[in-house]
């Protein structure tokens, strides 16, 4: 009996089930931000006292959060001063919050949340001129260029604006923080009518939002900005839920999926009524299984609220630590740390091919195989859904004649990776085990694509031929 062992060469694209990145945001820099842009300073409550240090670092090590959102307001960062250099003490004051940040190993969210506005006029369009808004994001970015956990939004929930003009701005801010030294940080692109995932795709905007480039003309790492709340009118100041966001975030999925571009949910809440649980967990367990294309999902807000506010996720202080709230731990935390299924996409349709191995592990696999021409073999696409708890991965996109077994040496992140590996033709008597190693490459990352290399055991039956 001659036997053959079985050559392998297949692409595998793995989309998690959950997003990459899930935060909160840590407000007060914000408070007293109307829509018209007007930021009394005197209502600036900046949470740099032990509270908001706490917090943050409760959410990241106790919660396993992986970014954090600080709203500024424009006018406490200049001091109320249009124009020339922020202002050396409130920069700092708000510095100080920004290292808390990083020093949890967070990423850390700059958020102008201004509206697009400053006391009534419309930045670039009758208010402030592209060069005052430039010079913010130019000094921001130098400072900031040399930490890779920074993330800039451009504006908090611009609105009431042309969007062409508005498009045109943003494209000089972009411009402005690349040659600032900040060349692959994610940037956050608003739309207008303040960034509502509901209206993004058809008058927010969006289509005009692709056309910005970093100055070498790529879009790298320029990523479409995503607000959405449940209530009556999107304000977010009423407790009760009425709105079901799921059809509006499946239209901004497939048109970013259409347009191979990513989103980034960041600004989103719902009070505690029963109603708003329901649709909020179901809204975000919705963004994590269309993880493909949405980056990550921030949760308002923490920080200098208090448990009381309405849409709080301010943990509550119980014996001598501190404790989510049911919306933290159900809605965010719940639907993402539970996000234990990959979702095929209307591209990559399920195959019926049996799972490989039987595991205990709460891991799926689904696949498909690629379209050929007439003549040419089909190559297997495996869709892996990869557990940071355990390192053992399961498959079902394998010819029925073969046993595979992928074991990680350590623990994957929960990110997305191409995988290519190949086993080259021998003859034997006996079953053989082999290892290799395979190429790893990040396709999901915040940063610039980077290749990481595992070494995974490959273990494979032979079969006759």
Same mark, same amino acid.
């Given at each position: 009996?001659?036997? %053959?062992?079985?050559?392998?060469?297949?692409?595998?694209?793995?989309? /998690?089930? %959950?997003? !990459?990145?899930?935060?909160?945001?840590?407000?007060?820099?914000?408070?007293?931000?109307?829509?018209? &842009? *007007?930021?009394?300073?005197?209502?600036?409550? /900046?949470?740099?006292?032990?509270?908001?240090?706490?917090?943050?670092?409760?959410?990241?090590?106790? +919660? &396993?959060?992986?970014? @954090?959102?600080?709203?500024?307001?424009?006018?406490?960062?200049?001091?109320?001063?249009?124009?020339?250099?922020?202002?050396?003490?409130?920069?700092?004051?708000? +510095? !100080? @919050?920004?290292?808390?940040?990083?020093?949890?190993?967070?990423?850390?969210?700059?958020?102008?949340?201004?509206?697009?506005?400053?006391?009534?006029?419309?930045?670039?369009q009758g208010g402030p001129t592209d060069d005052q808004f430039v010079s913010l994001w130019s000094q921001l970015a130098t400072k900031y260029a040399g930490s890779q956990n920074i993330v800039f939004e451009l504006m908090n929930e611009p609105h009431d604006l042309d969007i062409d003009t508005w498009v045109?701005?943003?494209?000089?801010?972009?411009?402005?923080?690349?040659q600032a030294g900040a060349t692959s940080q994610m940037i956050l692109l608003p739309g207008t009518n303040f960034d509502s995932a509901a209206t993004l795709t058809t008058v927010g905007g969006a289509s005009q939002l692709l056309g910005i480039k970093n100055p070498d003309g790529t879009t790298d790492n320029?990523?479409?900005?995503?607000?959405?709340?449940?209530?009556?009118?999107? *304000?977010?100041?009423?407790? @009760?839920?009425? #709105?079901?966001? #799921?059809?509006?975030?499946? =239209?901004?999925?497939?048109?970013?999926?259409?347009?191979?571009?990513? &989103?980034?949910?960041?600004?989103?809440?719902?009070?505690?009524?029963?109603?708003?649980?329901?649709?909020?967990?179901?809204?975000?367990?919705?963004?994590?299984?269309?993880?493909?294309?949405?980056?990550?999902?921030?949760?308002?807000?923490? &920080? *200098?609220? +208090?448990?009381?506010?309405?849409?709080? @996720?301010?943990?509550?202080? !119980?014996?001598?630590?501190?404790?989510?709230?049911?919306?933290?731990?159900?809605? /965010?935390?719940?639907?993402?740390?539970?996000?234990? #299924?990959?979702?095929?996409?209307?591209?990559?349709?399920?195959?019926?091919?049996?799972?490989?191995?039987? =595991?205990?592990?709460?891991?799926?696999?689904?696949a498909s195989a690629s379209s050929t021409q007439s003549g040419k073999s089909s190559e297997p696409v495996i869709t892996v859904e990869i557990n940071s708890a355990t390192s053992v991965l399961r498959t079902a996109s394998i010819p029925s004649s073969v046993t595979t077994l992928i074991i990680a040496s350590? *623990?994957?992140?929960?990110?997305?990776?191409?995988?290519?590996?190949? %086993?080259?033709?021998?003859?034997?008597?006996?079953?053989?085990?082999?290892?290799?190693?395979?190429?790893?490459?990040?396709?999901?990352?915040?940063?610039?694509? %980077?290749?990481?290399?595992?070494?995974? =055991?490959?273990?494979?039956?032979?079969?006759?031929?």
């Amino acid at each position: 009996m001659y036997f %053959k062992t079985f050559f392998l060469l297949a692409a595998a694209r793995v989309v /998690l089930a %959950k997003v !990459q990145f899930l935060g909160v945001a840590i407000a007060g820099g914000d408070f007293g931000c109307q829509i018209d &842009g *007007s930021c009394p300073l005197s209502s600036t409550q /900046l949470p740099n006292n032990d509270d908001g240090v706490a917090q943050m670092q409760h959410f990241v090590k106790d +919660d &396993g959060v992986n970014i @954090l959102r600080l709203p500024i307001s424009w006018q406490f960062l200049a001091n109320n001063q249009l124009g020339g250099n922020l202002d050396s003490t409130n920069l700092a004051k708000y +510095d !100080q @919050l920004v290292q808390a940040c990083l020093a949890t190993g967070a990423h850390c969210m700059l958020d102008i949340h201004n509206f697009a506005h400053w006391n009534g006029g419309i930045i670039g369009q009758g208010g402030p001129t592209d060069d005052q808004f430039v010079s913010l994001w130019s000094q921001l970015a130098t400072k900031y260029a040399g930490s890779q956990n920074i993330v800039f939004e451009l504006m908090n929930e611009p609105h009431d604006l042309d969007i062409d003009t508005w498009v045109n701005t943003c494209q000089k801010a972009v411009t402005a923080i690349r040659q600032a030294g900040a060349t692959s940080q994610m940037i956050l692109l608003p739309g207008t009518n303040f960034d509502s995932a509901a209206t993004l795709t058809t008058v927010g905007g969006a289509s005009q939002l692709l056309g910005i480039k970093n100055p070498d003309g790529t879009t790298d790492n320029l990523i479409l900005d995503i607000h959405k709340y449940l209530d009556i009118d999107n *304000s977010g100041t009423h407790s @009760l839920c009425t #709105t079901d966001n #799921t059809d509006a975030f499946t =239209s901004v999925a497939q048109f970013l999926r259409t347009n191979g571009r990513k &989103g980034f949910v960041s600004e989103t809440g719902a009070s505690e009524d029963a109603s708003c649980l329901t649709a909020f967990c179901a809204q975000n367990t919705l963004i994590n299984q269309n993880s493909d294309v949405f980056i990550g999902l921030v949760g308002w807000a923490a &920080g *200098s609220f +208090d448990t009381s506010y309405l849409l709080s @996720l301010t943990p509550s202080k !119980q014996n001598g630590g501190l404790v989510d709230n049911q919306q933290m731990s159900q809605c /965010l935390l719940g639907t993402w740390v539970d996000s234990n #299924t990959t979702v095929p996409r209307a591209s990559e349709p399920s195959s019926s091919l049996p799972s490989a191995i039987t =595991s205990s592990a709460p891991l799926t696999a689904s696949a498909s195989a690629s379209s050929t021409q007439s003549g040419k073999s089909s190559e297997p696409v495996i869709t892996v859904e990869i557990n940071s708890a355990t390192s053992v991965l399961r498959t079902a996109s394998i010819p029925s004649s073969v046993t595979t077994l992928i074991i990680a040496s350590g *623990s994957p992140s929960d990110e997305s990776y191409s995988l290519a590996w190949a %086993k080259t033709t021998t003859t034997s008597q006996t079953p053989t085990q082999t290892h290799a190693a395979a190429s790893v490459t990040a396709t999901g990352s915040a940063s610039s694509t %980077k290749p990481i290399t595992f070494i995974w =055991s490959l273990m494979m039956l032979p079969f006759l031929i």
